[in-house]
């Protein structure tokens, strides 16, 4: 198969480095769209890297078999689609039960993980 | 053989549960078992003595060799007698020892005896470490009792860890000598065993896996320290049974394996230094149950000593001395027990004149000790003779393994046996000057009870002893199978005056003559330097680990998220990153682009990705992520994936209005950018890289694509499914299955979502009672606003403040709302054709929602009375799988479908995939998930109009909700 377009690539990788730069942040808010952001991104690399652009997959209108697009990344990416937005609503959930309860939608450290190793090594 | 371990299994299952009725009784049902399985085994003796080996199989997974062989041979059969001989003795005797938790130890005592009846008979190397392992983990829950105390505790967990260590190194040595054979049968290893390669490094890991389960030196430590357990069990699993499996294996692998390279040297390195130092160490015990322990490792030395060597002679010795060792062994144990039962000690300083008061018991003792000490007419005389004419005639002989220093090691370890045996009466019976024994307390029946069984054993061991012939009956078949370097040897109480005669006897005076001598000995023990103790040693050992794992966690477990993610996408960059530089590079130059609209596209994309990247407030940011989202679905368009595009639309703008109406409830900006410069530089440069490293992947993954052939498949197949809409087909059809679990999973989220946002007190419940009604001037039309509806539209918009309302978007709604509605089914029902399908007819159905949620407001309120949108989505979900398993009736396969073809009078000419049932599941699903978001998020929206009201008081905070007071902190 031919290699992937050079617009196609640098989108993906774009969308890859914004989502991963967004995730690496405290906000659990940036959190969640540095995930929808590589949800997007993924979904696109799955399909972009299938395959040429081809005509929708939809058969009985006289077409060559060729000229269609893959349809099984098609379908995963579908699914994927349909799963980020369940995904993406539940942490959205969570941001909000974060900011409710705490008052703030920031990842803290995980003082319980580093006191536990302090007391260990106290003792 | 297996009927028989189950049952062991089975009574013991039940026991705790029979204790409350019958109580100490529980003892006696359990030792019916290891009763039976005596009298199964000697209904099987003849035929086994015979040379038949009666056989059991259990196929499991034939494919990975994993069948529950079981199988009986001589040396099988040696086993189970000692196992469940022993067995049955030590429950009958602990129905009197035991004063608590009757049926915990009895069903964990039965279980054992079980697991070790699978021990001896399996055939099958990973059988036999299965049943291995689970002789530790019966004996932890054995010595620990319910871990009241930190002795019984740490004692357990020693015997776990090291036992389990050496257990897991033995696997490691099964696996490489099942795969170099070709086969894990044991039987099949031994007669055809493999040779060369790695089988002698399997033969060391697995011989490391016999040292520490027969607790030889210098991994031996566990044994002394899991004195602690209950006398019956160390009778049982610490004399007679768990210890001698090493023995087993050993004596069971000799045959193939006592010739190849480092077997030989090293079993018998190991086993005399256990035979002589354990016996020294005995010598300087305090504790009568100490004193045992090690000299079972001094014992347990010696069996590993005569079965490793490997000759006819030699092994016939060992199992003579097996058979000897698990009756007097245990004997003296339970001896201990009742001494310890009678006086509250075992302290052998704190006991004396206990002989006087106890004949019998004496005289128990004094026979087992002979047994142990070699002194005929007990069965340990006829092992003692029977190594000392092997080793003494081998060594006249000369077969080159260093038989000389074989029989220095022998007497010397023989003469230290007799020497602690004497130390073991003494201490136990003797008149000691300047000692008052304890008073006695001892109720005579239990006495009684208790004895009983250790007048059985040493019974065992004079007969054994007496009725020679009969013993040799018995073991001779199975030495039989080992290659004969000199004459036979015979059992026989007399010989005539043999060289082992002398040495028999001389080891025995050596013997006296040490324990009259103790006192010169110390001198000489307090004067040598001392051996490094091997309990300090691994306590070390285990605070060296324990001060490792702090320090590791202290050093990776730092608590920090964005830490973490930074470590993981680095080792993403760093190792697929490495692999996709090393290899040659498939690459061509690539086409700048694939068709001409992408790049307007990529252009809006990367754009508002980017500022999505520095926006500060949230509004911005959700509105600029949902533009990267159509732009993406664009993209798919350009692909020629209209259904994922359609998709994509339409999840991202009911994302878009979730978040939004989320977004109302938190402050309008992000926190303050966290990090120093330093952080953040590292994290753009990370992103960056990463961003790199997947457009390269991208362009080297579509390059080395294959020609797609589960595609090719479908294509052809498709209209076998009456679609013509492929993508919808694998959905709905080839792939049904995914797609249900999917479902499932939307389901979960969208249950998960209504949980925590309707987990919220009762401040809510406040929220519902706004209701706004028509001011009266309206219901005039002479007086009526024009903009403020006149009559009620959408119902539910009453609850709206009146403010909030506006009449043309709720006419409008009006009008759409069936229309969109009408749409989805439409799509719903033409997915197979063309685009469409149950995904993007529930989706368009969840926007029509969506609209009357944004225009009238708590969409739920409306449509709560006609169905709960968690039994529309169970309903879908529900309907979904009964169109997956509906087939079966039809004596289809589940998840298939079938094509039906109908002429209806009005439609006419109808072709119908039964699959559109298993669609419109979909499409019931994804309905009820969307009213199911929209339901949860729509008190959120109430509450913060009713926060802006609030926070009018409050100018200080206006973008917090009036919840503060009832936050948790």
Not at chain 2, 197 to 218: C, D, E, N, R
Not at chain 2, 254 to 276: I, Q
Not at chain 2, 864 to 883: K, M, N, Q, S, T
Request: net charge neutral; aromatic share 8%.
């Amino acid at each position: 198969m031919t290699t992937l377009d050079l617009t196609g690539a640098v989108v993906v990788g774009g969308l890859f480095a914004v989502g991963f730069h967004l995730l690496l942040q405290r906000s659990l808010m940036r959190l969640l769209f540095g995930f929808l952001v590589l949800g997007h991104a993924t979904n696109l690399l799955v399909l972009l890297a299938s395959g040429p652009p081809g005509k929708p997959p939809v058969l009985g209108e006289g077409q060559e078999a060729e000229a269609f697009a893959d349809p099984l990344p098609q379908a995963m990416a579908l699914t994927a689609i349909v799963i980020t937005f369940g995904i993406t609503t539940l942490l959205l959930a969570l941001v909000y039960r974060s900011w409710y309860l705490l008052g703030h939608d920031q990842v803290r450290d995980d003082v319980e993980d580093r006191r536990l190793g302090e007391e260990r090594e106290a003792q | 053989m297996l009927v028989l371990i189950t049952a062991h299994a089975v009574v013991a299952a039940v026991l705790p549960a029979l204790e409350a009725r019958i109580g100490r009784a529980v003892w006696v049902v359990a030792a019916l078992v290891p009763l039976a399985t005596l009298v199964w085994a000697g209904a099987l003796t003849p035929t086994v003595l015979d040379g038949g080996a009666p056989l059991e199989n259990l196929p499991w997974a034939p494919s990975l060799g994993l069948d529950a062989v079981m199988r009986l041979d001589a040396l099988s059969l040696l086993m189970v007698f000692v196992v469940s001989g022993v067995g049955a003795a030590v429950l009958f005797y602990s129905a009197h020892y035991t004063q608590e938790e009757h049926g915990r130890e009895s069903a964990l005592l039965l279980l054992f005896a079980g697991v070790m009846l699978g021990l001896v008979t399996a055939d099958n190397l990973l059988v036999l470490y299965v049943f291995w392992e689970l002789t530790t983990v019966v004996s932890f829950l054995l010595i620990a009792g319910r871990g009241r105390t930190r002795e019984h505790r740490d004692a357990a967990e020693e015997a776990l860890v090291v036992t389990t260590g050496g257990g897991l190194t033995m696997l490691l040595g099964f696996l490489m000598l099942g795969e170099a054979a070709g086969t894990y049968r044991v039987s099949e290893l031994v007669a055809d065993p493999p040779s060369g390669g790695y089988v002698p490094a399997a033969l060391v890991l697995v011989l490391i896996g016999v040292f520490t389960k027969s607790a030889q030196m210098p991994l031996h430590g566990w044994l002394p320290a899991a004195m602690v357990a209950p006398t019956p069990v160390s009778a049982y699993l610490h004399a007679a049974a768990m210890v001698k499996a090493g023995v087993y294996l050993v004596a069971r692998l000799a045959p193939g394996f006592a010739d190849v390279a480092p077997w030989r040297p090293l079993v018998l390195t190991v086993g005399l230094v256990s035979l002589l130092f354990g016996a020294w160490r005995a010598l300087w015990e305090r504790d009568l149950k100490r004193v045992l322990a090690y000299g079972t490792v001094s014992e347990l030395g010696l069996l590993i000593a005569l079965f490793g060597y490997g000759t006819r002679n030699a092994v016939l010795a060992g199992e003579v001395m097996l058979l000897a060792h698990a009756t007097f062994k245990s004997a003296l144990f339970l001896v201990t027990g009742l001494i310890e039962h009678h006086t509250g000690t075992r302290d052998l300083g704190r006991l004396s004149g206990l002989g006087r008061r106890r004949p019998v018991l004496l005289t128990m003792a004094v026979l087992a000790a002979a047994s142990m000490a070699g002194l005929p007419p007990l069965v340990g005389y006829l092992g003692h003779e029977a190594y000392f004419d092997t080793f003494w005639k081998a060594a006249r002989l000369g077969a080159g393994w260093g038989e000389p220093w074989i029989v220095a090691a022998l007497t010397v370890g023989s003469a230290l046996t007799v020497a602690y045996a004497a130390r073991f009466l003494w201490g136990a019976f003797g008149d000691k000057s300047g000692v008052r024994s304890p008073p006695a307390d001892d109720p005579a029946d239990r006495g009684i009870g208790m004895a009983a069984p250790i007048g059985v054993l040493v019974a065992a061991a004079l007969v054994m002893g007496v009725w020679y012939p009969g013993t040799e009956t018995f073991t001779e078949p199975y030495a039989a199978q080992m290659p004969r370097l000199q004459e036979p040897y015979h059992l026989a109480l007399w010989h005539g005056v043999t060289p082992a005669l002398a040495l028999s006897v001389g080891t025995l005076l050596a013997g006296l003559l040490i324990h009259r001598d103790r006192a010169a000995l110390a001198v000489v023990r307090a004067r040598s330097p001392r051996l490094p103790d091997v309990q300090e040693g691994y306590r070390w050992l285990r605070h060296g680990l324990d001060g490792a794992a702090v320090w590791f966690t202290r050093r990776t477990q730092v608590g920090s998220l964005p830490a973490y993610l930074t470590v993981m996408l680095t080792i993403v960059l760093v190792v697929p990153g490495t692999a996709l530089l090393l290899r040659e590079s498939p690459l061509t130059v690539p086409p700048l682009w694939a068709s001409a609209i992408q790049v307007p596209l990529a252009v809006v994309v990367l754009a508002s990705a980017v500022a999505l990247a520095r926006v500060r407030r949230r509004l911005s940011a959700a509105l600029l992520v949902g533009v990267v989202g159509y732009g993406v679905a664009g993209f798919f368009l350009v692909q020629g994936a209209p259904d994922l595009a359609l998709t994509q639309f339409l999840v991202e703008t009911l994302t878009l209005v979730i978040i939004v109406l989320v977004l109302r409830g938190l402050p309008a900006r992000f926190g303050a950018r966290a990090g120093t410069l330093r952080v953040r530089r590292l994290r753009l440069a990370l992103s960056v890289a990463a961003g790199v490293l997947v457009g390269l992947l991208a362009m080297v993954a579509s390059a080395v694509r294959k020609e797609p052939e589960a595609s090719a498949y479908y294509m052809a197949h498709a209209e076998e499914a009456g679609a013509h809409n492929v993508v919808n087909a694998i959905l709905v059809d080839f792939r049904a299955m995914d797609t249900l679990g999917e479902i499932a999973v939307l389901l979960v989220t969208a249950i998960g979502v209504g949980s925590l946002l309707t987990l919220r007190g009762a401040r809510s419940a406040g929220a519902r009672t706004i209701r706004s009604r028509l001011p009266a001037a309206n219901r005039d039309p002479r007086t009526a606003r024009w903009d403020v509806p006149r009559s009620e539209w959408l119902p539910e918009a009453r609850h709206l403040p009146l403010h909030d309302r506006s009449m043309l978007l709720e006419i409008v709604t009006w009008v759409l709302f069936p229309a969109i509605l009408a749409f989805s089914v439409h799509l719903l029902y033409s997915g197979h054709l063309r685009p469409g399908g149950g995904f993007a007819g529930g989706l368009v159905a969840g926007q029509a929602f969506a609209l009357r949620h944004l225009v009238g407001g708590r969409v739920g309120a409306a449509f709560h009375r006609l169905a709960d949108p968690r039994v529309i989505a169970g309903a879908g979900l529900a309907l979904a799988a009964i169109a997956g398993l509906a087939p079966i009736v039809f004596g289809g396969v589940p998840l298939t479908s079938a094509l039906l073809d109908w002429t209806l009078p009005v439609f006419g000419h109808v072709k119908v995939a039964t699959s559109v049932v298993f669609d419109t599941g979909i499409y019931l699903l994804v309905v009820g998930v969307c009213l199911r978001l929209l339901t949860a998020v729509g008190p959120l929206q109430v509450s913060v109009e009713e926060s802006v009201q609030a926070a009018g008081d409050e100018p200080g905070v206006p973008t917090a909700p009036d919840d503060r007071g009832s936050r948790d902190r």
